[in-house]
């Protein structure tokens, strides 16, 4: 297609965010209202989607939409492997927003046709206004892109996501992204402790498990906020796990190094497999934390019992997830991970997890209160803000082991 015929793209230029998102978010740490961290969110919106043009366009998928066809159809017709359907669905879900395709519904099937040709990417420069933004923008840009360069492969049965993705040679692009200087992701941390901190404000003596830690920087991030709270002296105990070995010694020997009078642990857990059979005792934890873990649980109802039976009778569930603000929204972070088995092969349930992957708040409250805790909640209060700001994918879900609920 001439290059005349493709339309122009739209001017990146962001609506201010909405004075009301002050009220909403009071109490959580300034940074969420940063103009900083919406304009980076809204360019990876954007970026995530140009991305998608680019690579649809590579895969000839554009073409085969002359008339309807379901993302099962167009892999059967383009040689896809038969399992990269969801991802290509994701996909063109991306696409809906630009209006050059359109979509219609049949038996919960979505079938896609196009309108009129998408624009011209414009990667090169939507990367430079994204680093004139924030030059910390850079990891989360990296790992987009090297996302994007193994669809194809991975569509084609060349090589698994796993592969290009979470090798050695993927290891310092993690490193950066999952970084508290990378506020796109710190954004993250930064929620999930402060609403911790909220519920452990009692003097007592406190003992910590934390899930999928990474290489530390959300323990780096609660740690902070208690410092700040005064809640250190209280810690009897901080048991933080990571199932890779690499990242749990990166974790370990920088926050070895800044908190050496406190009883921190490091060990691996699977939270797939029970975990009283990996050092964690039934009853003994009065919070179980994680950020951005628990959606890749394979049976998250199991993996949720388990949190509840590791924690004391008044204990705290406590996770930092990435929260889709609406049913089927696709939204950037989606991008890096809808290639990795880990993220997309996971049990489903039309009530409480009707699709692999990030939850909406409301999904969150059902499952977490399906596992038996009370006081199922998702703050900030998601539900109000999607109504002014679409693309506000951050909230901590909690919830609390009674007495009444271990008896329920």
Known sequence: MEDAALPEPPVFDPQPLDPRLAQWL???PPLLLSERLHRSIELMERYSIDLAIDLL????????????????????????QPRFSSTLDWLLKRLLETDCIEARTDQETQFYRLRHAPWRPELAR?????????????????LLDQAASLYPAVARGEQSGEQGLLGAQAIPLWLNYFNNDNLTYAVNNWVAATVAADRLTTQRELR?????????????????????RGLLPYIKRYLI???NSFFRRRGQRELSKQYRDLPLEWEPLDIDLPWDNQGVARGEMDLVYGVNVLHVAK????????????????????IGECVRPYVNQPIYPEFIFQILDNFTDVNTDPEIRPNPGFLTADQWGRVVTRAGFERAEVRPDVDHIREVYLHFFTGAICGQRTVASDVR
């Open 26 to 28: 009071k109490g959580y």
């Open 57 to 80: 366009g590579q895969m000839d998928v554009i073409d085969q939409l002359g008339e309807c066809r379901s993302a099962k159809t167009l892999c059967q017709a383009l040689s896809f």
């Open 126 to 142: 939507l990367r430079s206004i994204g680093l004139d933004i924030d030059c910390a923008n850079a990891p989360t840009l990296d």
């Open 208 to 228: 910590i498990l934390e899930l999928g830690a990474g290489a530390g920087s959300a323990s780096e991030t609660l740690l902070r906020c208690f410092d700040e």
């Open 241 to 243: 796990t990571e199932p």
């Open 299 to 318: 049976d998250l109802l199991f993996s949720l019992n388990q949190a509840r039976n590791a924690l004391t009778p008044d204990g705290w569930l406590v």
